[in-house]
Every structure is written in structure tokens, then in C-alpha cells.
């Protein structure tokens, strides 16, 4: 968790609360990075908003990430992962993510989480910046045991988000207007062509992949939620998290009946938290 100062005719996924014209570029029923060529002519690009349908208070120590699995969610704090069922009965958790070795190291922070099969992805930090090394992690799902780390060439390591085909996205400053991207080698990060989007955006909290879209969660323009189209760089804000007076933090893209989105917002005295869900439809 960061401190900052306080301040005040379409493809309908009906499940998820998410409305989008068909044929639009990036909708939620594409894919991730592709477009056709003929088809940027005809088409116009999405336009959505998100609206808070759900509040639900969690565990306190749920404060940087989230992510959907079958059955239940994995939630991460500063040096913590939990995995709890649907009804937030605690099924396993680790009290020490950051392993004595990178610990050592200076790692202290997990950051906003995914998960890719029967492994949770991590992203590492520490806190000295100009270094340009963070880390991400993998951890087995079923016991959140760590398993092994890669080194990342970033600044900043907020969140990890994998895509279907298996790559890793990420920023490498905490503000920024461009996405890093990686494929998974045996041994190392490979990075691969980075994303410039067309604007900046402010002190980015988490992240995740749905429907050819990256959506973020924030800290910044009052808890602002974004969504990125991973084909074009074009950034859209789509609303809030709300809670602004507290901190906005991890994020979750998974179609559920309470809505598309579901974002982790901490109150000022550190507890509640509370898990946000957010439906999304077109304009």
C-alpha cells in the first residue's frame, strides 16, 4: 500500500453487466493485440463507463491485489497471499511471499497479482527505483508456496497482468504512458514491444486482461478506473472505484453477475476494506 495525501444491437455479456457494440476495435469479444486492417476503417473504437453495482468488506489484510479464481480469490498485502473460497474461508496463505533471499535483497512489496493456470504471478519491489530491477514471482496456487522469481527491467513493478496467450503486461513507472511486455523464457523475462498509450496515467494500483482489454485501477482523478485497448494504445477513463477518500489498489477483470470489474479500495485508517464491483457498458 502507497500513502498518499487524502483528497476528497450489440454483444451483450449480460452476466458480467457489460454492454459493447459488436464490431467495435478492442471490444470485450476480441482478442488481445489483434486488429485487421480493413476492419480499423469501418469501425469505431469502444467507448464504455463503469458504474460501483457491489461493496463487500474483506479480510484487512487484503491491501495490494486480487484475482479471480475457480471457487474463490487469491489477495495479496505488502508480504502476504491469501486464497480463500467464495464465501472468504481462508483455504491457504503465506505470511512471508517475499522469500529470505530476495528479502535480503531489499525486495518488501507485492504488488497487484494474476493468475495463469495453476500458478499465481507476483510482481516483487524494491524500493530503490533508479536500480531499473524489480521482480516477478510465481507462486503454486494450491498452497502459495513461491516457486521461483525473474528478474524485470522496471523501476516499478505495481501489478502484473498475464495475457491468454501467456505474456506478461506491466508498467515500468508507477506514472507513465507506456506498458511493458514479456514473454515467459525458461530461465528469464524476454521483453517484448512495449506499448506506447496515447496519454498518461496516474500512479497505477493494478491491473488486468479481459476481452482484449487491459483495465486499470488507479489512485489518482478521484480512484479513476481506465480501460486500455492492447491493440492501439487508446485509454479511456470509465469511472471510479469510489471511496476516494481512502486508497484505491489492486484490480480483477473476470464476468461475474455483480459486474465486470472488481477493485480492492482500503479506508484511510487502514481498515475497512472493501472489494468493489464495477459493471461496464458501452455509451
Given at each position: 500500500?502507497r500513502?498518499?495525501p ?45 458504474v ?13 491485489g ?10 495479496s ?46 510482481p ?17 496456487l ?18 502484473v497482468?498475464?495475457?491468454p ?15 511493458v ?20 496515467i496516474?500512479?497505477?494500483q493494478?491491473g ?8 486499470l ?7 479513476a478506473?481506465?480501460?486500455v ?11 471510479s ?7 484505491a ?8 453477475p ?13 481498515a ?8 461496464v457498458?458501452?455509451t
Amino acid at each position: 500500500m502507497r500513502r498518499r495525501p487524502r483528497r476528497p444491437g450489440g454483444l451483450v455479456l449480460a452476466a458480467a453487466g457489460v454492454v459493447l457494440a459488436s464490431g467495435c476495435s478492442g471490444g470485450d469479444g476480441g482478442k488481445a493485440g489483434k486488429a485487421d486492417g480493413s476492419a480499423t476503417t469501418t469501425t469505431r473504437p469502444v467507448v464504455v463507463r463503469a458504474v460501483v453495482s457491489r461493496e463487500r468488506v474483506v479480510d484487512a489484510g487484503w491491501r495490494q491485489g486480487l484475482a479471480r479464481v475457480d471457487g474463490g480469490w487469491v489477495a495479496s498485502s505488502n508480504n502476504a497471499l491469501f486464497r480463500v473460497d467464495d464465501g472468504f474461508v481462508k483455504q491457504a496463505e503465506n505470511l512471508r511471499a517475499v522469500p529470505p533471499q530476495l528479502a535480503s535483497q531489499g525486495f518488501n512489496h507485492v504488488g497487484d497479482i494474476d493468475v495463469a493456470g495453476k500458478v499465481v504471478w507476483a510482481p516483487l519491489e524494491q524500493p530503490d527505483m533508479e536500480r531499473g530491477r524489480q521482480m516477478m514471482a510465481r507462486y503454486d496456487l494450491a498452497t502459495l508456496r513461491f516457486l521461483d522469481a525473474f528478474p524485470a527491467p522496471q523501476h516499478h513493478a505495481a501489478w502484473v497482468a498475464v495475457a491468454p496467450d501467456g505474456t506478461l503486461w506491466s508498467m515500468d513507472q508507477y506514472t507513465g504512458d507506456v506498458l511493458v511486455h514479456y514473454r515467459v523464457a525458461k530461465d528469464r523475462l524476454v521483453p517484448l514491444r512495449s506499448l506506447k498509450l496515447d496519454r498518461s496515467i496516474g500512479r497505477v494500483q493494478g491491473g488486468d486482461i479481459a476481452g482484449g482489454a487491459l483495465w486499470l485501477s488507479t489512485d489518482a482523478d478521484g480512484d479513476a478506473v481506465f480501460r486500455v485497448d492492447l491493440g492501439t494504445g487508446r485509454v479511456q477513463m470509465i469511472g471510479s472505484a469510489g471511496r476516494v477518500e481512502g486508497e484505491a489498489e489492486g484490480i480483477d477483470a473476470t464476468p461475474s453477475p455483480s459486474g465486470l470489474l472488481h477493485v480492492l479500495t482500503v479506508d484511510p485508517a487502514l481498515a475497512p476494506v472493501r472489494m468493489v464491483d464495477l459493471r461496464v457498458r458501452a455509451t
